[in-house]
Every structure is written in structure tokens, then in C-alpha cells.
């Protein structure tokens, strides 16, 4: 069984589309992330809710859209894709806000634009 | 407000070992260690939350300073399985925000 899974694994599209990309966790975790890791690697927090509840928005444009409908799913719907837009896009979960809790990561989406 | 993380590429042959370092200008309230295979997810290493902490397992360990601004990663005795890129990740006092250091690409040769 998958612990963390997202949809779609490759998401190739044009400019000015907009894509959605799905995560689920079966974990019983309360809080769940967004990552954005670009070609240079490095891994940039997006987006944190727990309990459905959004605690962290980083500064990304607002054509990012998270959307949590239940404590095991964090969508991430994106509008007008930019080029700057291609990436891997990891969805994460970890038990709580606490810092001693791990974070499981899903297998990422890797968003490329034309 | 990154961590930032030392040597930022290294090398080696099956069974050396390695020091990966992960410094920060302000405490940390915790480090949590990640390894990154090419083309997979971020998985977790260990954590440690107390300053003067050491744990480890296996042949993998890795300690936080007194101050709680450094830690270090341990690799003794390397095998293939090793190679990947290395993460630290912290979350800063007041905030729910979690950051990654700037990563260490590590590469075991045979």
C-alpha cells in the first residue's frame, strides 16, 4: 500500500493551460505539504495544511491554488502555467505540526511545459 | 534563513567515509536528516532535537551542536546505496514553516 500517492507522475503541457495534480495519504496524518523542487534540486515548501486548515502560504503566485477536502487529500490546482512552472512538485504528510515528526513524501510530479 | 549545507558534492569509494555539515545563523528547533535518490521522493534519516544530541544507526549517525545552529551527518564504511543527495530540514522558532538546506550531492564509486 502506497503511504503517500499523487497523480499524475508526468504532466506534460503548453503555456496558459491549467493542470491540477492530486495527492492522497493513507496514513491517519493531520498535516500535509506542498513542495516545489526545481532543476538546481533545491526543495522549497509551497503550501502546509493541517487538518484542512491552511497554516503555511508561501509566497507563490496566486495562480497556485491548494485545495484540501478531507485531512487525506491536499490538491494543487495551477492556472496559466508559466514556464518557470516546470518542476517536481512533491506531496508530503507528516503526523502533526510537532517537530519531532518525520515527513513522508510522495513519488512527486514532474510537470514539464512546452 | 536556509540552512546551509557543506561540501555541497563529494565523492567516494565504497567503504570511505563522510562528514555532511548543515549550519544555520539562528537555532533550529530540531534537524531532521533526508536522502534523495536521482528521480525519487525525499526520504527520512532521523531526527534530532535536543542540542548535544547524538543518534545513529546502522552505519549512518549524526549529531546536533550545543548551540542547536550545526549539525552533522555521519556516513562510516560507504556502499553503493548511499549515493543520492542529502537534505537537512529544520522549522525555525514561531513558525510552521519548513525549510530545507541547500542539499549535498554524495556519489559512491565501487
Known amino acids: 500500500d502506497t503511504a503517500v500517492s499523487q497523480t499524475p507522475k508526468y504532466l506534460v503541457t503548453q503555456m496558459g493551460n491549467d493542470k491540477s495534480i492530486k495527492c492522497e495519504q493513507n496514513?491517519?496524518?493531520?498535516?500535509m505539504y506542498w513542495y516545489k523542487q526545481d532543476s538546481k534540486k533545491f526543495l522549497k515548501i509551497m503550501f502546509s495544511?493541517?487538518?484542512?486548515?491552511?497554516?503555511i502560504n508561501e509566497t507563490v503566485p496566486n495562480r497556485f491554488s491548494p485545495k484540501s477536502p478531507d485531512k487525506a487529500h491536499l490538491n494543487l490546482h495551477i492556472n496559466s502555467l508559466e514556464l518557470g512552472d516546470s518542476a517536481v512538485y512533491f506531496c508530503?504528510?507528516?503526523?502533526?505540526?510537532?517537530?519531532?515528526?518525520?515527513?513522508?513524501f510522495g513519488d512527486g510530479t514532474r510537470l514539464s511545459i512546452l | 534563513q536556509q540552512p546551509v549545507q557543506s561540501p555541497q558534492a563529494v565523492i567516494l569509494r565504497e567503504g570511505e567515509d563522510a562528514v555532511i555539515n548543515c549550519s544555520s545563523s539562528?537555532?533550529?528547533?530540531?534537524v531532521h536528516w533526508y536522502r534523495q535518490k536521482h528521480g525519487e521522493a525525499p526520504v527520512f534519516l532521523m531526527i534530532?532535537?535536543?542540542?548535544?544530541e547524538q543518534k545513529g544507526h546502522d552505519k549512518i549517525s549524526a549529531s546536533f551542536n550545543e548551540k542547536k545552529q550545526q549539525s552533522s551527518l555521519y556516513l562510516t564504511a560507504s556502499q553503493l546505496s548511499y549515493s543520492g543527495t542529502y537534505f537537512c530540514?529544520?522549522?525555525?522558532?514561531?513558525?510552521?514553516?519548513?525549510?530545507f538546506g541547500t542539499g549535498t550531492r554524495l556519489k559512491v564509486l565501487a
Open positions: 534530532l532535537l535536543k542540542g548535544g
Open positions: 495544511y493541517n487538518n484542512k486548515e491552511l497554516i
Open positions: 508530503a504528510s507528516s503526523l502533526g505540526t510537532d517537530n519531532g515528526q518525520p515527513q513522508h
Open positions: 496514513l491517519g496524518h493531520d498535516t
Open positions: 530540514g529544520t522549522r525555525y522558532s514561531g513558525t510552521y514553516k519548513y525549510i
Open positions: 539562528k537555532a533550529l528547533y530540531s
